[in-house]
Nanobody
């Protein structure tokens, strides 16, 4: 089994910043694996935000949705099995539940961004951006 736990959500004003954290654990955890961040606003489909790949050694690559490119940054600490999403210049339309996900099958394929490309999901953390 693999568990993903997100933290760091909350209420922030327009223009503010938040950093989300996702910690992976469990007996089924193995390396390498890719991690992604998604969000889902009320009444909307789940939206891809960012993906970070890892070859199990030193090579990493990232891929972003156009909607967050330049504002959001994904990073990871492989020793801590943790992935981060730094979110800057937040807007009210960024309000959503943010979830992390793990892809163990294709950890170095940068452009796999559909929810079905990820096998494990966290429960999500709420982000609310006030105007």
């Amino acid at each position: 089994q693999v568990q993903l736990v997100e933290t760091g959500g909350g209420l922030v004003q327009t223009g503010g910043s938040l950093r989300l954290t996702c910690i992976a654990s469990g007996r089924g955890l193995r390396t390498p694996f890719a991690m992604g961040w998604f969000r889902q606003a009320p009444g909307k489909d789940r939206e891809f935000l960012a993906r970070i790949n890892w070859d199990g050694e030193s090579a990493e690559s990232t891929f972003y949705a156009d909607s967050v490119k330049g504002r959001f940054t994904i990073s990871r600490d492989n020793l801590k099995m943790t992935v981060y999403l730094q979110m800057n210049s937040l807007k009210p339309e960024d309000t959503a539940i943010y979830s992390c996900a793990a892809d163990f099958l294709r950890p170095v394929m940068a452009t796999l961004i559909a929810p079905s490309d990820f096998q494990h999901w966290g429960q999500g953390t709420q982000v609310i951006v006030s105007s």
